[in-house]
């Protein structure tokens, strides 16, 4: 896996790259030294890899054949992961294929397009004759495959950083652009020479509306979601945890911002579902940290029989059996259709076209008003245990005005409901952590095993919770 960092740029037949010893920083130049590329692209027949700037491709000839998949990350960034070469042409390695399933969403992977290159590589090296940056003249033949297959051949020069920094990366554009290079106008080859068949991603709406600020939040969300895809199917560290935030994040604002999107219950529902699964995992990942870090802050003379291995090794052993269940979840139709729901354009009303600063305000301050409500109804409950559950009503009341408030850029009334999101919410995780003691101290028993320990933990976590409970009070009237 590595990551790119270069410009390209369009050059007519008859441009020459110019003298490049001469920028800041290059001491010798290396070539040029001449490469045959034949690189044969896969994606799905709609084109779906394309239309999120992704390549993935076989490519024979030069310094590093191989299968290439390159992924966006930022302007002038790509992430690029390669493998070795396979003795099928037409089958995708497997691992590369997982990579990108998110976004082809069970559609085969199939050849559509061949890019046969040319290319001249010069090297501009440091006083060490260390390579800083590579400079690539290809003259390209691309061929998009069809029933007629179409041929189109162009010129083009990238700029790619290997030691360099992006101070060298810009002088050396500025050289080629005096040259009378212009900055490349796609991202890729390939997006190049498909050009209209790439199916368009939906639009904005116009710039500084209510409707492009929520839009762009939505969008966001999505991009955050997918981003995860992968690493929540190699369980890496956080991953669910911030997979399971995008899906809140977006059912919040679904919500939140119903006066400017409609027609998003299906949505919201969906997302609601993918929550769920992805929140069984991270419930027992946190569980597990909190009650190792429990035990090892307890003395030895109270942690007694083998607590610590049924306690957590049975959680462990329910986490793993969770990620298959997600992992079951995020291969099946229902998750792929709620990724193609959530790439289609967004329904909008009239109110969406008015300026976004006040209608996020009054938007705002509408979840604030409802927070406000929550909390005198819970209040308003004789009831102790009643009362409880109303408070949790409150948290979730808060955690969706955090969410708007975020939405909206206004920091401040984040900052102020996340507050009241986390204070709650301590209290919670403690009754929730003296229910799993509970089950687990059951277990235990009938195995003939000491419990004290639970009962030590379940105290820890008793008191925690009623401190959050008690603190809280003070916290609502300073915050309100």
């Not at 001491?27 to 692209?41: D, I, M, N, T």
């Not at 027992?284 to 109270?302: M, N, P, S, W």
């Amino acid at each position: 896996m590595a990551i790119e960092i270069e410009d390209k740029f369009d050059v007519p037949d008859e441009f020459v790259v110019p003298d490049l010893l001469g920028v800041k920083g290059v001491e010798a130049v290396s070539g040029p030294k001449s490469h045959q590329l034949v690189a044969v692209y896969f994606d799905t027949p709609d084109l779906r890899l394309a239309a999120r700037g992704i390549t993935l491709r076989r490519r024979r000839g030069g310094d590093d054949p191989g299968w290439h998949l390159k992924l966006p990350k930022a302007a002038g960034v790509r992430q690029e992961i390669q493998l070795p070469l396979t003795r099928s042409a037409k089958v995708v390695p497997a691992d590369l294929a997982a990579q990108v399933l998110v976004y082809t969403r069970g559609h085969a992977l199939v050849p559509v397009a061949e890019l046969d290159t040319k290319r001249s590589v010069t090297r501009l090296l440091d006083g060490d004759e260390q390579v800083l940056a590579e400079v690539a003249d290809d003259r390209v033949k691309g061929t998009v495959y069809g029933d007629v297959p179409r041929v189109e051949r162009w010129r083009e020069v990238e700029v790619e950083l290997v030691k360099g920094d992006e101070a060298l990366l810009k002088r050396v554009g500025k050289r080629v652009i005096k040259a009378g290079a212009v900055t490349g106008g796609s991202a890729n080859k390939l997006g190049r020479l498909l050009g209209e068949a790439v199916q368009e991603l939906p639009k904005s709406p116009a710039e500084g509306t209510v409707g492009a600020a929520v839009f762009a939040y939505l969008r966001s969300q999505t991009d955050a979601l997918i981003a995860q895809d992968g690493r929540v199917r190699r369980a890496e560290e956080d991953a669910v945890h911030k997979a399971r935030v995008a899906c809140r994040r977006m059912r919040s604002a679904f919500k939140a911002f119903s006066s400017i999107v409609t027609e998003s219950d299906v949505l919201q529902e969906e997302l609601r579902w993918l929550g769920e699964v992805l929140g069984e995992v991270r419930d027992l990942e946190v569980i597990q940290a909190r009650f190792g870090k429990e035990l090892d802050g307890l003395d030895d003379h109270l942690i007694v029989g083998p607590v610590r291995t049924r306690l957590l090794d049975d959680l462990k052993l329910q986490e793993e059996e969770g990620y298959e269940r997600a992992r079951e979840a995020m291969t099946s139709e229902r998750y792929f259709a709620l990724l193609d729901a959530l790439d289609e354009p967004y329904v909008f009303t009239g109110r969406a076209t008015r300026e976004a600063g006040p209608e996020l305000a009054k938007i705002v301050a509408k979840e604030w008003k409802r927070v406000h409500r929550k909390h005198a109804t819970a209040q308003a409950i004789d009831d102790p245990h009643e009362r409880e559950i109303a408070m949790h009503d409150v948290r979730k009341a808060a955690k969706r005005a955090r969410y708007t408030a975020e939405a909206a850029g206004m920091d401040d009334e984040a900052a102020r409901a996340e507050a009241i999101q986390e204070a709650l919410g301590t209290y919670q995780d403690g009754v929730v952590a003296q229910e799993t003691l509970e089950k687990e101290a059951a277990k235990a028993r009938e195995a003939g095993e000491d419990t004290f320990t639970y009962g030590v933990l379940a105290g820890l976590e008793r008191a925690a919770a009623e401190r959050a409970r008690d603190r809280f009070p003070k916290l609502w009237k300073k915050l309100r």
